[in-house]
């Protein structure tokens, strides 16, 4: 390639968007006086075929290197001039966009301004072309296997999906159980089966595939590298008892530790080895480390030796393509006091509330409290949700409503003559959760709906709510056998720790930010890291399982590939001007910079394939030692001084 630049200059008619006021021949005799311009033209669609020919031809006519062409907006057809010039024989990246569409011609209503303006954007641009350079975008191999963090429906859901297109996954799950808060579900209504029996019918399919390993009661230890090739460190906690079990239940009779049961959301308690829940995969009891004393009396007792004490945490290494995060949600725990949440066992939340009418539950459906059936229930919705409280969160958390009047429902069943309240800001029952809402009020249901948070009285046995019905502007004086606090989801309780080790930010709620909210939901703004289910925040299991189905389909656009290219005009480091300050490392959205040592010295580095090209880091490195290909101070000067004539 001469070293001397030879730039064409194209300009476009865009029919009449430019055309129309812009004067494109005045333009075009403008850009062919401007230095290293060796021909300029128009057309009228210059991104029509025969106008990327016009570009193609002129390459080797005129034996350009380097093109402009002013037209519409770079995120239109950019790409489309790049692969134009690349016909021609040029390095893709040896060619400039103006945007005269958008920028004049659109924002103008007088001829001869639009007009000089573009003579200003394409001064500038053909001065920045001249100092142009050829890149190379980075290319790395790929590791066929895929990470899922999160054992929940939506970690299943991407499991399954990528072990069906082939590939080897890697399902990590923190608890010693797959399933998640699904699996205690009495009902998926729109299913019409149960949350277990959905588990189930999941995991029957997960063991019989070769290529899915779970690991259950695991962390992710450290994650390194990059989209395409990641290590992944996963620490293996010990669950002490090992596939021997045959569920005998001779050591939980034994074991003289009792913790509150948190699969039963803490209505009642279970000993320190246990069963998670009925059918909870893998079929083997786990030990609590925290609550165990290791005091041997389960060891005594197994009939097949499958309880081993001594059992130590190790670690494996994996390396995979891609990894999606699916670990879900927490219910909002109130604090003690909160709504007289603690201060009685007739205050309960929604969780405990499904538990204990589910048939499988701790009183087999039947709902009793302290031994009686209540008659007097008050649902107080938006608990934790919609800023109710103090230490609740802003967002709606969607599925509540929809719970809470199917429990309405069910109670009315099982006890016709109860009297229920239902204390709302909304009611908010979408999609195809309707008519639960109308179900309500044709058996009585009835709605308050109020604007400053009700207040729970709890004085022994005697539960009273007061609450302003902003409806009929009056107090309301409500008694009560049994007041439910309707709970919305949370962060998980361990997202920051997970976060430290993956690396993707959190919106302001604490889930976790996608790289954008309605085009590309299921991916972090990290590439090759995917998110699946309530990670990013609340949502119904149906609309996890979706979620978890499409992140599977976005990690497959990664593992299918041999080789992934990264972004061409990333931030690059002049070792000799950095000092190290960090600041840039701080900046980066992408988590693209790191620290390395030359010849004694710290100073930064970028990895190619994590970098997006944002130039962020650019703009903040106070030595200039942080540059971006095809955005350089050199070129972007260029730019500014062209402009001042």
Not at 21 to 49: G, H, Q, W
Not at 253 to 279: D, L, T
Not at 597 to 614: D, E
């Amino acid at each position: 390639m001469p070293d001397e630049p030879r730039i064409g200059v194209y300009v476009c008619h865009c029919g009449t968007n430019i055309a129309g006021l812009i004067d494109v021949k005045e333009v075009v005799r403008y850009a062919s006086t401007l230095p290293n311009v060796v021909i300029a033209r128009e057309y009228i669609f210059m991104c029509s075929e025969p106008g990327q020919e016009l570009i193609v031809n002129d390459i080797k006519e005129y034996n350009l290197n380097r093109v402009v062409v002013a037209a519409c907006s770079p995120s239109l057809h950019e790409v489309t001039f790049r692969n134009a010039v690349m016909r021609g024989g040029l390095n893709p990246y040896l060619f400039e966009m103006v945007n005269i569409r958008e920028h004049s011609s659109w924002v103008h209503i007088d001829r001869r301004e639009a007009t000089e303006k573009a003579k200003d954007l394409i001064r500038m641009a053909v001065a920045k072309a001249a100092l142009l350079e050829p890149l190379e975008e980075a290319r790395v191999s790929v590791a066929k296997n895929a990470l899922v963090i999160g054992g929940g429906a939506a970690g299943i859901r991407s499991a399954l999906d990528l072990a069906r297109a082939g590939f080897n996954v890697y399902l990590v799950e923190r608890k010693p159980t797959l399933g998640g808060h699904t699996a205690r579900i009495p009902l998926i209504r729109y299913l019409g089966i149960r949350g277990d029996e959905l588990v189930k019918s999941a995991i029957n399919e997960l063991v019989k595939i070769p290529n899915i390993k779970a690991y259950v009661n695991s962390e992710i230890d450290s994650v390194e590298g990059s989209a395409g090739n990641f290590k992944v460190k996963i620490r293996i906690k010990p669950r002490l008892v090992n596939s021997k079990c045959t569920l005998c239940g001779e050591c939980v009779k034994v074991c003289p530790i009792e913790v509150p049961n948190e699969y039963e959301y803490g209505i009642v308690k279970r000993k320190a080895i246990y069963i998670p829940f009925e059918g909870a995969y893998p079929p083997i009891y786990a030990i609590d480390l925290e609550a165990c004393t290791k005091c041997g009396e389960c060891v005594k007792v197994c009939p097949v030796g499958a309880i081993d004490l001594s059992e130590q945490e190790r670690i494996e290494e994996v390396e995979v393509g891609a990894i999606i995060l699916a670990t879900g949600y927490d219910p909002y725990d109130p604090e003690k006091g909160e709504l007289g949440y603690g201060l009685s066992n007739k205050v309960i939340t929604l969780f405990q509330l499904h538990r204990l009418l589910d048939e499988r539950g701790v009183t087999k459906g039947r709902l009793v409290v302290n031994g009686s059936v209540p008659r007097r229930i008050a649902f107080i919705s938006c608990i934790g949700s919609l800023r109710t409280t103090p230490r609740s969160y802003k967002f709606c958390s969607r599925m509540c409503c929809s719970a809470m009047l199917s429990a309405a429902i069910k109670i009315l069943e099982q006890i016709p003559d109860a009297s229920i309240y239902v204390l709302h800001k909304d009611i908010r029952t979408y999609g195809y959760d309707e008519d639960i809402y109308w179900a309500a009020l044709e058996k009585g249901v009835r709605f308050v709906r109020y604007k400053e948070t009700p207040e729970v009285e709890v004085q022994g046995e005697d539960i009273r709510v007061y609450v302003r019905d902003i409806t009929i502007n009056e107090y309301l004086e409500i008694p009560s056998d049994l007041v439910v606090l309707v709970v919305g989801m949370a962060p998980g309780k361990y997202m920051r720790q997970i976060l430290d080790v993956i690396k993707v930010s959190c919106g302001e709620e604490g889930f976790v930010n996608e790289a954008h909210l309605k085009l590309r939901p299921v991916e972090a703004p990290s590439r090759g890291i995917f998110l699946a289910g309530a990670v990013t925040g609340p949502k119904s299991v149906i609309e996890s399982i979706i979620h978890g189905s499409a992140a599977a389909s976005r990690a497959l656009s990664i593992i299918s590939k041999d080789l992934i290219t990264g972004e061409a005009q990333i931030a690059t480091v002049n070792e000799d001007l950095c000092s190290g300050c960090r600041i840039c490392i701080g900046m980066c959205p992408y988590n693209a910079i790191s620290l390395k040592q030359v010849n004694g010295r710290t100073i930064a580095s970028v990895n190619p394939l994590l970098c997006a090209a944002c130039g962020t880091c650019a703009a903040a490195c106070p030595s200039g030692a942080m540059q971006q290909r095809g955005f350089k101070d050199v070129q972007l000067i260029a730019q500014v001084r062209a402009f001042r004539g």
